[in-house]
């Protein structure tokens, strides 16, 4: 018979590691999958720049052959410009994942851009985009570089 203070201990020892285990994976791509929904939707609501502003991480990044003019939030409103009136940009992930220490996460899907130029002539853009999101030291999620590709005209 194992002695009851050796039982204890076990479980004390294991108690903490339980209290403390970290999310599921899927609970963690639902979180990610709600934050680009409500990016999103801010988008719609607020205009493109407030919602790239207010999601962006400290460190954000955008790919350009200059990396230090594209980190942080000064890179966040050089890269978006002001909000044109009548504009808009909607997008929708296809895809979810996150690491399996919970810490990084990425989606990709669809986005769609639409704008009337100055002779009342209206354009669509569509093409893919990938958001690479990672947990903040609150808990939140922001995004640390987001991405598009904007689709190739037929024939090209």
Not at 65 to 74: A, F, N, S, V
Not at 108 to 132: C, M, P
């Amino acid at each position: 018979m194992k002695s009851p203070a050796l039982l204890l201990a076990a479980l004390l020892a294991v108690t903490p590691a339980a209290l403390t285990a970290a999310p599921s994976k899927e609970k963690l791509k639902a979180e990610i999958a709600a934050m680009e929904d409500a990016f999103c939707a801010m988008a719609q609501e607020k205009g493109v720049r407030a919602a790239f502003e207010y999601f962006a991480a400290p460190d954000v990044a955008f790919i350009d052959t200059d990396p230090r003019k594209y980190r942080g939030i000064e890179a966040v409103r050089a890269r978006m410009g002001e909000d044109v009136p009548g504009a808009t940009l909607k997008w929708s992930a296809s895809f979810t994942d996150v690491s399996d220490d919970g810490t990084l996460g990425y989606n990709y899907g669809r986005f769609e851009s639409r704008r009337t130029a100055a002779d009342g002539k209206a354009t669509v853009h569509t093409g893919w985009f990938l958001t690479i999101w990672k947990r903040q030291p609150d808990g939140s999620w922001k995004y640390v570089m987001d991405n598009g590709a904007a689709d190739r005209p037929p024939g090209k």
